[in-house]
């Protein structure tokens, strides 16, 4: 390896190269003969994983602790009897809203939500992480008390930050959570959810979009 093994040399080379700098827009031509994007053609949109998923959700919905260090904290409630068993936890707090990898694992036992997102068993050293999609992740992502609720702190965030006005809290809600402004289709639509729905409602369905779930 070039520049005496030098580990930053390498990355700086692997990141300016053009396969790196792919964009990720599909083109019919090559999708006709490389769907699989075996050869590298694009960047292939790739889901996020199960940590950084919830990291980014309590990132946009402005309730993540970000302290370094200290005592883990538990996704489970843990029962002691002769024997410790553990419950996924429903209600989620401050002492809940650390980052992932502060997460204490407890081995097999997957979390209520995130363990559907492929997450590793804890008693088993694995290489590489399986990637799957299944009805349950979509399910939990929608529907669990945690993502309800950080909704509804994401809305309050917005009333906050963006006022009274639907149209402004709903270009709020693109920056924070998909980092761009919305299309003029979206902002109409996104108007008239929250005036149908409410502000939780259009919260809600910005935590699972796949241009917030996705790396492009």
Same mark, same amino acid.
């Given at each position: 390896?070039?520049?005496?093994?030098?580990?930053?040399?390498?990355?700086?080379?692997?990141?300016?190269?053009?396969?790196?700098r792919q964009s990720s827009a599909p083109r019919p031509?090559?999708?006709?003969?490389?769907?699989?994007?075996?050869?590298?053609?694009?960047?292939?949109?790739?889901?996020?994983?199960? +940590?950084?998923? &919830?990291?980014?959700?309590?990132?946009?919905?402005?309730?993540?602790?970000?302290?370094?260090?200290?005592?883990?904290? /538990?996704?489970?409630?843990?029962?002691? +009897?002769?024997? !410790?068993? !553990?419950?996924?936890? +429903?209600?989620?707090?401050?002492?809940?809203?650390?980052?992932?990898? !502060?997460?204490?694992?407890?081995?097999?036992?997957?979390?209520?939500?995130?363990?559907? /997102?492929?997450?590793?068993?804890?008693?088993?050293?694995?290489?590489? &992480?399986?990637?799957?999609?299944?009805?349950?992740?979509?399910?939990?992502?929608?529907?669990? &008390?945690?993502?309800?609720?950080?909704?509804?702190?994401?809305?309050?965030?917005?009333? &906050?930050?963006?006022?009274?006005?639907?149209?402004?809290?709903?270009?709020?809600?693109?920056?924070?959570?998909?980092?761009?402004?919305?299309?003029?289709?979206?902002?109409?639509?996104?108007?008239?959810?929250?005036?149908?729905?409410?502000?939780?409602?259009?919260?809600?369905?910005?935590?699972?979009?796949? +241009?917030?779930? /996705?790396?492009?």
């Open positions: 390896m070039p520049a005496g093994w030098s580990i930053k040399h390498l990355h700086r080379l692997i990141l300016t190269s053009a396969t790196w031509e090559a999708l006709a003969v490389d769907a699989g994007c075996r050869w590298l053609w694009r960047f292939p949109p790739r889901r996020l994983e199960a +940590e950084a998923i &919830r990291d980014s959700v309590l990132a946009v919905s402005g309730t993540i602790d970000p302290t370094p260090g200290g005592p883990g904290f /538990f996704l489970h409630r843990v029962e002691r +009897e002769n024997v !410790y068993h !553990y419950h996924p936890l +429903e209600d989620f707090g401050p002492a809940e809203a650390r980052r992932m990898v !502060y997460a204490v694992k407890i081995r097999l036992e997957p979390d209520g939500i995130f363990g559907a /997102f492929d997450c590793p068993d804890g008693s088993l050293a694995i290489p590489r &992480r399986n990637v799957s999609t299944t009805p349950l992740q979509a399910l939990n992502l929608f529907n669990s &008390r945690f993502m309800a609720d950080q909704a509804v702190h994401l809305a309050a965030r917005l009333a &906050r930050e963006a006022g009274p006005t639907a149209d402004a809290q709903v270009r709020r809600a693109w920056q924070l959570a998909i980092h761009r402004a919305p299309e003029p289709a979206e902002a109409r639509e996104a108007a008239a959810l929250v005036a149908a729905e409410g502000l939780p409602a259009l919260a809600r369905a910005l935590l699972n979009a796949n +241009e917030f779930l /996705f790396i492009p």
